[in-house]
Nanobody
Framework: QVQLVESGGGSVQAGGSLRLSCAAS????????MGWFRQAPGKEREGVAF????????FYADSVKGRFTISQDNAKRTVVLQMNSLKPEDTAMYYC??????????????????WGQGTQVTVST
């Protein structure tokens, strides 16, 4: 059974915007960390942005702070990553992920075991 379904990738020119969405089942959403990792060819996977769905605390990589915003919609069991002022360096496969634990509020220490299928983001000069 699919637990995380993400959408919203695509191709834009530098300076443009994209919005990614990740829909979760009930037992992979409430009171846990959710967000996105990304991985470009030849590079390590890195955390991008996360939100603790139990209280709304957000966490951003320094490279995206001020440009990306993560938010939650509890009714839809969905987290959304709004990406503005995109740069070519943002080009990567983006994977939604959810912590396997309930109540782990510090997302940089998350134990991410549930994953979306990935969506490609390409930013051209």
């Amino acid at each position: 059974q699919v637990q995380l379904v993400e959408s919203g990738g695509g191709s834009v020119q530098a300076g443009g915007s994209l919005r990614l969405s990740c829909a979760a089942s009930e037992n992979t959403y409430s009171n846990r960390c959710m967000g996105w990792f990304r991985q470009a060819p030849g590079k390590e996977r890195e955390g991008v942005a996360f939100i603790y769905t139990g209280g709304g605390s957000t966490f951003y990589a320094d490279s995206v702070k001020g440009r990306f915003t993560i938010s939650q919609d509890n009714a839809k069991r969905t987290v959304v990553l709004q990406m503005n002022s995109l740069k070519p360096e943002d080009t990567a496969m983006y994977y939604c992920a959810a912590d396997r634990r309930v109540g782990g509020g510090y997302c940089w220490a998350g134990d991410f075991r549930y994953w979306g299928q990935g969506t490609q983001v390409t930013v051209s000069t």
